[in-house]
């Protein structure tokens, strides 16, 4: 139920009827299904197909993104790189995690909020999990830890703050009061790193689009590689995506969206928002998020830099050091 003040301005009541109309639509997240003709071009392939370190992506907290689901597009991606590509279903455990390189945690969700999209948000990972993919980071593996908007931030909010990064409930919008808004490097809110600036000219990242996610911070020195710009708030309802005149927001000015750090002889990446990484169909008209969308060109880059990173990729075929440890 939404919540509105007792006495409305014009401009108020304008919001509350378009809001109205969009509550009563069907929400989008819930026709979004994974784009399976999406296939970019892969020109430098890091290793011959099947070759590569295995890359486990998580199935077993109730995510919103699987390797055969809403992930799929990721998945063949990085597989086409040469990568081998693998769901992992159940609790996160030592001996689980050794056989992988780079472990990709996109969306997870506690069983209760699977349905309940709504605060208070639980925990995706209970303490011991915590603890074994810190501890398997720290000792050389790599994550790459991707979580939305309400209510995935908070479910993923205890691994993030193992690393320094803390993440929120809250949906990011632009100055210009958009969820979905573009970051370019021309405007100082997409950083150098070899994330975004890959291993040649072909391969740099010089614009992304983010379409609906979070913003966060750390308490640790990280590496930004995507900012929140001047003007932009985040907002906090207690319902995902139902907002009025009285849902709380902060200002989010240099807040991130995408970050990079080293833990111990690890590395981590971290992203406040999933559907860039992906290539989904939304709604009756299958309209294309993502990879796949006209604006966001340059994101299959992104996630082939992203991942590349993780692995200690320097060049074709070489997996960097510790590669063999956390490999096949």
Known sequence: MLLFPTRRTAADCLFVAGLLALLTAPP??????????????????????????????????YNFHTLGGRFAAFARLVARDGFVTRPHAGRFTRAGLDSARVLVISNALAER????????VSSAFDTSEVRVVEGWVRGGGSLLLVADHLPFGGAAADLAAAFGVLLTNGFAQDAAGQFDFMVRRGDGLLRAHP????????????????????????????????????????????????????????????????????????RVVVFGEAAMLTAQLAGPGRIPVGMNAPEATQHSRLVLNAVRWLAGVNGPRDAGPGARKHGR
Do not use: C
């Not at 026709?31 to 992506?57: C, N, Y």
């Open 28 to 61: 989008v997240h819930a026709q979004q299904v994974p784009d399976t003709t999406f296939s970019p071009p892969v020109t430098s392939p890091s290793f011959a197909p099947g070759a590569g370190p295995v890359v486990l992506i998580d199935e077993g907290h």
């Open 113 to 120: 909020n699977e349905d309940a999209w709504y605060l208070p």
């Open 195 to 266: 994330v975004t600036d890959g291993r040649g000219p072909d391969e740099r990242v010089d614009s992304v689009k983010v379409f609906t996610g979070e913003a966060f911070r750390t308490s640790m020195p990280v590496d930004t590689l995507l900012a929140m710009g001047r003007g932009s708030v985040l907002l906090l309802p207690l319902v995902a995506w139902e907002f009025s005149p009285l849902t709380p927001q902060i200002r989010a000015d240099g807040m991130l969206v995408g970050a990079a750090l080293t833990h111990g002889r690890g």
